[in-house]
């Protein structure tokens, strides 16, 4: 069995280089995001940016519901992608970052394809429950704490065959550091298993950023 190839930043770098090109408002999101310190962190990495882009065009959902918006790259990466009938909604609780993506989505001439709810994702995912709605792909980015809690509740909303794509599964490589017991290790180790032994779904995860879990609802 062959090995995976080590992704150094050169490497990376040679990579984003060699695959198809930020938006401008994708390029200006990542530059404002690097005046942030440690907060750059919670953005999504370039080569997930690529990964969502295919994946968008591939599937062509038709609505998106995303969990965790931060500055906004990943909804409007996953905007930029979608069909003109087409719609998302985010849930995000911070109302700074959420109206700084909302200036991008303007930017970028999809305001009227995402629509940011600012609440906590828990009571924003009750809503869209009540209200029956029905999605083709979710992607969760949000609190670890809370992951299987925004699974379960965004499984119940998902078309059979749809997606649901989970970041930082692989939580900076400590999933599988024996002396990493914190908290949030912890949490991912047990979304990790929690999906895995799931049958509802199939899954896979994927080395890309810090780790991207991929699951299709059966």
């Known amino acids: ?12 770098e040679y990579i984003n280089n060699h695959s198809y090109k ?18 750059k962190k919670m953005q ?3 080569s997930q940016c690529h990964l969502l882009h295919l994946i968008i065009k591939l599937y062509n959902p038709k609505k998106i519901l995303e969990i965790g918006t931060f500055t906004g790259l990943s909804a409007l990466t996953m905007g930029l992608a979608m069909n003109n009938d087409s719609n998302l909604i985010a849930i995000d609780k911070n ?3 959420s109206e700084i993506a909302k200036n991008f989505f303007v930017k970028a001439n999809l305001e009227n394809k995402i629509n940011l709810l600012v609440e906590n994702a828990s009571d924003g995912l009750d809503e ?3 209200s029956k709605e029905v999605f083709d792909l979710v992607f969760i980015d949000a609190d670890k704490e ?6 379960e509740k965004s499984l119940k909303m998902l078309k059979k065959s749809g997606i649901i794509i989970t970041d930082n599964v692989l939580w900076y490589g400590d999933v599988i550091d024996k002396n990493k017991n914190d908290k949030l290790t912890i949490k991912i180790r047990e979304f990790n298993l929690h999906i895995n032994k799931d049958n ?6 994927l080395p890309i950023g810090d780790g991207l879990s991929v699951c299709r609802k059966l």
């Not at 200006?28 to 690097?34: A, F, S």
């Not at 509802?200 to 995860?205: A, K, L, S």
């Open 200 to 205: 509802r779904v199939e899954n896979i995860i």
């Open 1 to 12: 069995m062959g090995s995976n190839i080590k992704i150094t930043n050169e490497l990376e």
């Open 95 to 97: 109302k700074q970052t």
């Open 22 to 39: 930020l938006n401008p408002i994708q390029s200006e999101i990542v530059k404002y995001n690097k005046t942030l310190g440690e907060k």
């Open 44 to 46: 999504i990495s370039l």
């Open 146 to 151: 809370n992951y299987i809690n925004y699974f």
């Open 128 to 130: 869209l429950l009540k």
